[in-house]
């Protein structure tokens, strides 16, 4: 066997770095288009997440494919023939089954006509792929617009053109007698019958290729020729490890197996932060695309692993660096969300209680919590405290008998509210706005209600026998 | 309030003083401050259980006594006392004048971080002067532990509103102790300037994240936790570098107090416990000594509140759930009492750490089986806090990226405790998000969490960092101070 010289070594060497490039690119493109959203991406953020999934994949044909290929490679009858077959599978695949469209950037056709009679159909909520509302004066149509809602009478058209990825959304209903409307996206049409008594939501498919332009086109055909070979690979692969299993004496080639044990942790890392990238994809509420925040890091540690051997001082620099950023943001200029730690200019309980701001019935019920824990309380009608809410709030945090309005006058005269004041004892507790609250105490404690009293911006506390003797509530009656 | 402080301090000194000549003094004078308030806190919950109405009058009284008494024990084992003045004591002096100046000063000027759960605590604390045990409003020990009430307890027994100057005081005593112990965990390395630079660059990367910055003064649980969360750890491993049992001591207490400031703290306190048994460097008697204290106490403080069954607004814990974590207690009791055992110690202590994180991962994999969705968006809302939105700004991203990029060049020791606390945690993060929710919001439960484990992460990084370096570990040499 002729021994290679160095020359040819070193081309062979070269060759299949660039052949590991090419396919660690295609794979990148492949996998971008078709699981996290290359389109959704602003431009920086595509640069960044290709690089990233470009290096990674990089290296894992590098370990991992590459060994396998050259053991393939070694016996060329059989690679041409397990070849020609993910070839030929592949195709099948393509033509038989339903391709799943990836959503591309193309200018997309909406036109919804309301061809019968019918008495009005109501278009409401016209939203975009990204869930933005979408300005119905962007709408060419012959119906009526008022307000947030366009009213489409029997002969009525309305048509929308723009380029964007995915679809839009909106909802249609029939009012006085049923309808008929025809929905037509990207040349596809629906007929949809409307009921007087529903409402349909309608949503088009956000994977239709609509009408793209000729350089979309070319882009569209590389996409789907390079995710096919990708596959194709992905096969060959496959088999491979199969025959490489059932071939225990073929040898694979070195690879760099030395570097894989140094590049460890950064594959797993770049791997966890796919996955999460996909699980945010897949899962998440939001239109926003997070996949360049997560794996721009990558990019950087790799950076700082190859800096780490020859710049000693890194990780000093690193954390100096963090402390210096951290404390920069201290500053309002740069951070106008930093939390800050206030000083009490006297500090007290009732203090501390304002200073957190909680709902008004939560600083009621701290104010008072002895007094108020399992008791009844009534509220009047003209009180602040007569919402679902504040009530439900009430009996929770105190774990009432109840709480409800009362059908008795609430607001109190001032003279009645000093009277209160000079007559019986009481505990005062300051409000977050102008005012306090005053629980009015009993001698003993009674299982009669508790009833809620105002005058100007004081609260007053009341316990019923103590209301009844200031002849606050003569007619009301408890149950 | 200034006597009370004062006496506060000596009765930590008191306790400290046990251990004179076996740890260094710089480190006792700190730590006084911690054993000062450990022995408070139990005192006033021997009070509550007895049903005796706390005074401060009657507390200064009891601490009197105690002063008394552990000075007297400390004359008895080491009399005669040939040298009774060394120049290190004044770091005794010291450390009382910082703990009584800057309670005054920070009591003087207030300041305060807080949020509605501050206040529900300063409640409990009212509740427990006035009622006990028996009676609970808004939260109960089923939601928080009582170690932060009892801490407020203080001012109220003097009039204040609520005790605003302990937390910061606290803090600062932790970071004087977080600075000694990351340098003399790197004592020996190359260049000599290191170990205190690592140190000073610890400190400022704890206080220059605004989460940390203003736990300080956050009337709440995290900074508390974070503090006897490494006090625990530390210990441990100083225990384990200086060959010298008595550091552990310091795990011991801080471990109870970690125990008693909240509910999931059980959790983390379990899989320390599991951790260190796993390492096998900690003698069998040693391990009980330390752990036990601890184990009882949480059983029997689970016990109680059982009994009590508290019924308020707010509740992390159903009896149940805590009957199942008292089990749960019972058994590391048993693994630890019957470790020395042949077959325990071949099939199950042998493979621990093999079989904590498989168990963890199982776990986890199981909560995102039964609901993949929340699971997801929990892991979501926690990767958000950590490294956006939780306010730690960079601290995170460098503590954390540091920790997998730098590789220590010489090998080091408890290292796959440390791994196997990180981890470990986070798995706890996963898992309980499952019942507890998470939230992209800087006050999240979890994001507040992420405070507890912080201080333990940087001093594994600085170690690492210094093992990068190089320099020679010195094996089970002596801390400066120590005899």
């Not at chain 2, 203003?214 to 006090?231: D, E, K």
């Not at chain 2, 168990?359 to 968006?377: D, E, Q, Y």
Request: proline residues 5%; hydrophobic residues 55%; glycine residues 6%.
């Amino acid at each position: 066997m002729t021994e290679l010289t160095l020359n040819e070594q070193n081309t062979g060497g070269q060759r299949t770095i660039w052949l590991t490039i090419v396919g660690a690119v295609a794979l990148s493109a492949a996998f971008f288009l078709r699981f996290l959203e290359f389109f959704r991406t602003p431009t920086l953020g595509r640069i960044v997440v290709l690089l990233a999934l470009a290096v990674f994949f990089f290296w894992c044909i590098l370990f991992f494919v590459l060994p396998i290929f050259q053991a393939l490679w070694s016996n060329r009858r059989f690679f041409w023939l397990l070849l020609s077959f993910s070839v030929l599978m592949v195709a099948a695949l393509y033509f038989l089954l339903p391709y799943d469209n990836v959503p591309f950037r193309t200018t997309h056709i909406l036109t919804v006509t309301v061809p019968g009679e019918a008495d009005q159909v109501v278009l409401e909520g016209f939203w975009g792929p990204d869930g933005n509302p979408i300005p119905l004066t962007d709408l060419d149509t012959t119906a009526r617009i008022e307000g947030e809602d366009v009213f489409l009478a029997s002969g009525d058209s309305l048509n929308y053109t723009r380029e964007m990825t995915g679809g839009v959304s909106f909802s249609l209903s029939a009012i006085g007698a049923p309808a008929q409307v025809v929905v037509t996206w990207d040349g596809r049409s629906e007929t949809i019958e409307l009921d007087v008594t529903s409402r349909d939501q309608v949503r088009t498919d956000p994977t239709s290729w609509g009408y793209p332009g000729r350089w979309m086109n070319l882009f569209m055909t590389y996409a789907v020729l390079n995710e096919l070979l990708v596959m194709v690979a992905i096969l060959m692969v496959v088999w491979g490890f199969f025959y490489q299993l059932i071939q225990p004496d073929l040898k694979s080639p070195p690879g760099w197996p030395h570097g894989c044990p140094y590049l460890r942790d950064y594959l797993i890392l770049t791997s966890i932060l796919i996955l999460i990238a996909l699980g945010e994809r897949y899962l998440r509420t939001t239109p926003q695309t997070y996949a360049p925040v997560l794996l721009a890091p990558t990019l950087v540690y790799l950076l700082l692993k190859w800096l780490l051997p020859r710049v000693k001082l890194l990780p000093l620099i690193v954390v100096m660096l963090g402390v210096a950023i951290n404390l920069m943001a201290a500053v309002p200029a740069f951070n106008q969300n930093y939390l800050r730690v206030q000083r009490m200019e006297e500090p007290s309980f009732n203090a501390l209680a304002i200073q957190v701001n909680p709902y008004e019935t939560t600083l009621l019920s701290v104010g008072f919590y002895k007094q108020l824990q399992g008791a009844q309380i009534l509220v009047s009608p003209d009180s602040d405290f007569t919402s679902d809410i504040d009530l439900q709030r009430l009996i929770t945090i105190n774990q009432l008998e109840s709480a409800r309005v009362a059908d008795y006058a609430g607001e109190l005269t001032s003279q009645q509210a000093q009277a209160l004041l000079d007559d019986y004892p009481s505990l005062e507790w300051q409000k977050r706005t102008p005012g306090a609250f005053y629980l009015i105490e009993a001698d003993e404690r009674s299982q009669e209600p508790i009833l809620f009293f105002w005058q100007g911006n004081d609260v007053f506390l009341v316990p019923a026998p103590i209301a009844k003797d200031m002849g606050l509530i003569d007619d009301l009656v408890f149950d | 309030m200034i006597l009370f402080l004062i006496e506060l301090y000596l009765l930590g000194v008191a306790a400290a003083l046990q251990f004179r000549h076996k740890l260094p003094d710089v480190l006792l004078s700190l730590m006084a401050v911690f054993w000062g308030l450990f022995l408070f806190f139990l005192n006033m919950v021997a009070l509550i259980l007895l049903g005796v109405r706390i005074t401060a009058g009657l507390l200064a009284v009891i601490h009197a006594v105690e002063i008394i008494s552990l000075l007297f024990y400390r004359w008895w084992r080491i009399r005669p006392v040939r040298n009774p003045f060394e120049s290190s004591q004044l770091f005794f002096v010291l450390g009382g004048v910082l703990f009584v100046g800057f309670s005054m000063l920070f009591r003087h000027f207030a300041f305060l971080f807080a949020s509605p759960d501050s206040m529900y605590m300063v409640v409990m604390a009212k509740s427990l002067l006035e009622t006990g045990f028996a009676k609970w409003y808004f939260a109960s020990p089923l939601l928080w532990g009582i170690f932060v009430p009892i801490l407020q307890t203080m001012g109220l027994l003097f009039g204040d509103g609520f005790t605003w100057f302990i937390q910061p005081v606290l803090s600062l005593f932790f970071l004087l102790i977080f600075i000694y112990t990351v340098v003399v965990a790197n004592q020996g390395a190359r260049p000599k300037w290191l170990p205190l630079a690592l140190a000073l660059m610890s400190a400022a990367l704890l206080l220059s994240s605004n989460m940390y910055w203003v736990a300080q003064f956050y009337v709440h649980t995290n900074l508390n936790s974070a503090i006897m969360l490494f006090l625990s750890v530390a210990g441990l491993y100083f225990a384990v570098k200086f060959d010298n049992p008595y550091w552990l001591s310091l795990t011991g207490t801080a471990l109870i107090m970690f125990g008693m400031l909240r509910t999931e703290n059980v959790l983390l306190a379990g899989l320390l416990i599991l951790l260190t048994i796993a390492s096998q460097k900690i003698s069998h008697r040693h391990l009980l000594l330390t752990f036990l204290p601890y184990l009882i106490c949480q059983i029997l403080w689970n016990v109680l509140v059982i009994a009590i069954d508290p019924v308020v607004y707010s509740n992390l814990l159903s009896r149940t759930q805590l009957m199942l974590v008292t089990g749960g207690l019972v058994a590391l009791i048993l693994l630890l009492v019957l470790m020395r055992a042949q077959w325990i110690r071949e099939h199950v202590i042998n493979h621990l750490y093999q079989l904590i994180p498989i168990m963890m991962g199982l776990t986890a994999i199981l909560v995102f089986v039964i609901n993949p969705t929340r699971t997801f968006k929990n892991v979501w809302a926690n990767l958000t806090t950590l490294f956006s939105s939780g306010q730690w700004l960079t601290t995170f991203w460098v503590v954390i990226g540091l920790l997998i990029l730098v590789k220590p060049t010489r090998p080091i020791i408890f290292h796959r405790f440390f791994s196997g606390l990180l981890l470990g945690f986070f798995g706890i993060i996963i898992i309980l998000g499952a019942f507890k929710g998470s939230h992209t919001i800087w006050y999240d439960s979890v994001n507040r969490m992420y405070t507890h484990i912080l201080p333990v992460m940087i001093f594994y990084l600085m170690l690492k960092i210094s093992a990068f370096f190089s320099g020679d570990e010195k094996k089970a040499s002596v801390a400066p101070g120590a005899r």
